[in-house]
């Protein structure tokens, strides 16, 4: 039976995901620091995903994944071999508790990591797979299946509505300095929107957000896109002329610059993607566009969050009755209840 120590201090969370994924993962970090006493967790994933979260989530440090060579983990344990001052060695010193959602899969890479890990030290390792059951939310299986391995008691219950994700002063400084140089001063309302994803198939087409940003500006709402470099690369440039015609088009953001922007906005509209996990995350009035993937395993976290889904979750071939699903879209944007809600479409429209 593996047994935790009541004086871990510190944890480190190694993870491969992009920005959706590490956002999903601060309820468990959170756990980490009630359950265990951790004063101190470092999460080593891809900084440009997650090189913000010092200071503004409950993650203490980043580090690099790809500064560590995590490859020879996957070395089969009769070949493995350290070094004195090995990387591997140096890279795991001083952390009580190991959580790695890399190599769940391989039957070598958790006995290799033990090893490094007790080159220098006594520590523990939980090795976490990326999914769970179709039944239950992503953020909230990591939680139990940690418990469950380390024997730990899971929490009755374990709210995702909460804001994960504090803006630093200067982020809203930030922000609205980008803001300001679209036209868009300080007095105006804000409905950032962002109609990329990491997957084509989860995109609603650009010409019902660009119908959307119209109803926004005509209930003084100052919409402003968001595209990021896939959508930049993937869109046509008649795509790209009706979100120029429509609104103010932001392009070539960092993470950094992205968390500034939403820092001012009052709403957030998007698909299924990793900037809407952010802007759930932050506490703002997120409205989420979801297609063939599942919002009751996948939705963002946070207390202003709503899933609008239809049963004709096929993007890529929407009917032409877009305007039941633009005024929905608005009428989340507008409302002022908060909580988070799950719109689910029961007609074949899109």
């Not at 409905?191 to 119908?211: T, Y």
């Amino acid at each position: 039976m593996k047994r935790i120590e009541t004086n871990i201090k510190k944890a480190a969370i190694l993870h491969p995901g992009a920005i959706g994924d590490c956002v999903l993962l601060l309820p468990l970090a959170k756990f980490l620091k009630e359950s265990l006493g951790c004063s101190l967790i470092e999460l080593i994933a891809h900084t440009e995903y997650v090189g913000f979260y010092p200071g503004r989530t409950c993650i203490d440090k980043v580090r690099a994944i790809e500064s560590l060579p995590l490859h020879r983990l996957f070395t089969a344990v009769d070949e493995f071999a350290v070094e004195q001052k090995d990387p591997l060695i140096e890279a795991f010193a001083g952390y009580e508790y190991v959580v790695s959602f890399l190599g769940a899969e391989n039957e070598h890479f958790e006995q290799n990591l033990l090893f490094a890990i007790h080159c220098s030290h006594s520590g523990e390792t939980t090795m976490m797979p990326l999914s769970g059951p179709a039944d239950e939310h992503t953020s909230l299986f990591y939680i139990r299946e940690f418990a469950r391995q380390n024997h730990l008691e899971t929490p009755e219950q374990t709210t995702l509505t909460n804001a994960w994700i504090s803006a630093l002063p200067q982020d809203m400084a930030a922000g609205m300095d980008i803001l300001w140089r679209c036209g868009i001063g300080p007095q105006d309302s804000v409905c950032l929107i962002h109609p990329g994803s990491g997957s084509r198939g989860k995109c609603w087409p650009v010409e019902h957000f660009s119908a959307i940003a119209e109803i926004a500006r005509s209930q003084s709402l100052e919409p402003v896109f968001l595209l990021g470099p896939a959508e930049m690369e993937r869109l046509s440039e008649q795509d790209k002329q009706k979100i120029q015609t429509a609104a103010p088009l932001l392009s070539d953001m960092n993470l950094e610059n992205v968390l500034s922007i939403l820092s001012c906005a009052d709403c957030f509209l998007g698909n299924d993607s990793g900037i809407s996990h952010v802007a759930g995350a932050m506490g703002k009035k997120t409205i989420v566009l979801f297609g063939p993937t599942n919002p009751s395993l996948y939705r963002p976290l946070g207390p202003n969050v709503y899933v609008i889904q239809t049963i004709n979750a096929d993007f890529t071939n929407p009917s032409q009755d877009t305007r039941k699903w633009v005024e929905q879209c608005i009428e989340g944007i507008l409302s002022g209840a908060s909580g988070q809600k799950h719109l689910t479409r029961t007609d074949k429209t899109l």
